[in-house]
C-alpha cells in the first residue's frame, strides 16, 4: 500500500513566522503535489513535481514555496504565514497517471 | 462559474437507502471523471474511475458520467453507516496533466 505520510497533523503559527509542511512518500512516486482544501471550494493545487527538484505552480502559488531535494520528499514552505493561509493542507503522489493520487492524512494549520 | 459544482450538502439517509451523489461539470474537454472519498480527519482516497461515458460498477458502488449533459454521478445501493464520508467529484482531460476537484458532497448514513 501507499503510504503518504505529513509532518504535523495539527499546527498553530503566528503571522509572520516562516513554516515548513513536510511531505513523505514511500512507493517511488514521480509525481507530488500539495494542496489547501477550505470549504465550499473544495481542493486547489498550489504546487507540483513531476521529478527531484522540479516543480510546477498550481492554481494558487502566491506566499507559497515548494523544495523537492529527494524524490520521496516535498516541503511546502510559508514564507511569512498570514491568516489567509489557515487551512487544512493535504499532500499527494501519483505515479505516472495524475489522475490516481494517493493522499496524506492532512496538515490543519492555523494562522494567529 | 466553477469547472465543476457540487452540492455541499449535508446528505442525510437512513441505512440501507440508494444514494445518489451527483456533479456538473462546464469542460466539454473533460475525459477522465473520478469519485474520491473522505473520511473526517484523514484526507480523500480514490473510489471510483471512469473514461469518457457509461456506467461503472464496482460493489455497492455505480459511478455514471452523461458527457452529452455535462453530468456525473455515484450511485451507493445499501448505503451503510461507514459510508459516511465527503464525496469529492473530481476529472481532467485527455492529457490528464491536472484534476479539477468539486468542492464534495457531505454524505451521512443513519443507522
Known amino acids: 500500500d501507499v503510504k503518504v505520510t505529513q509532518s504535523s497533523r495539527y499546527l498553530v503559527k503566528r503571522t509572520g513566522e516562516k513554516v515548513f509542511l513536510e511531505c513523505v512518500q514511500d512507493m517511488d512516486h514521480e509525481n507530488m503535489f500539495w494542496y489547501r482544501q477550505d470549504p465550499g471550494l473544495g481542493l486547489r493545487l498550489i504546487y507540483f513535481s513531476y521529478d527531484v527538484k522540479m516543480k510546477e505552480k498550481g492554481d494558487i502559488p502566491e506566499g507559497y514555496s515548494v523544495s523537492r531535494e529527494k524524490k520521496e520528499r516535498f516541503s511546502l514552505i510559508l514564507e511569512s504565514a498570514s491568516t489567509n493561509q489557515t487551512s487544512m493542507y493535504l499532500c499527494?503522489?501519483?505515479?505516472?497517471?495524475?489522475?490516481?493520487?494517493?493522499f496524506g492524512p492532512g496538515t490543519r494549520l492555523t494562522v494567529l | 462559474q466553477k469547472e465543476v459544482e457540487q452540492d455541499p450538502g449535508p446528505l442525510s439517509v437512513p441505512e440501507g437507502a440508494i444514494v445518489s451523489l451527483n456533479c456538473t461539470y462546464s469542460?466539454?474537454?473533460?475525459?477522465?471523471f473520478m469519485w474520491y472519498r473522505q473520511y473526517s480527519r484523514k484526507g480523500p482516497e480514490l473510489l471510483m474511475y471512469t473514461y469518457s461515458s457509461g456506467n461503472k460498477e464496482d460493489g455497492r458502488f455505480t459511478a455514471q458520467v452523461d458527457k452529452s449533459s455535462k453530468y456525473i454521478s455515484l450511485f451507493i445501493r445499501d448505503s451503510q453507516p461507514s459510508d459516511s464520508a465527503t464525496y469529492l467529484c473530481?476529472?481532467?482531460?485527455?492529457?490528464?496533466?491536472?484534476?479539477?476537484f468539486g468542492s464534495g458532497t457531505r454524505l451521512s448514513i443513519r443507522p
Open positions: 469542460n466539454s474537454a473533460f475525459q477522465y
Open positions: 499527494a503522489s501519483a505515479l505516472l497517471n495524475y489522475n490516481e493520487q494517493f
Open positions: 473530481a476529472m481532467s482531460d485527455s492529457s490528464a496533466s491536472k484534476i479539477i
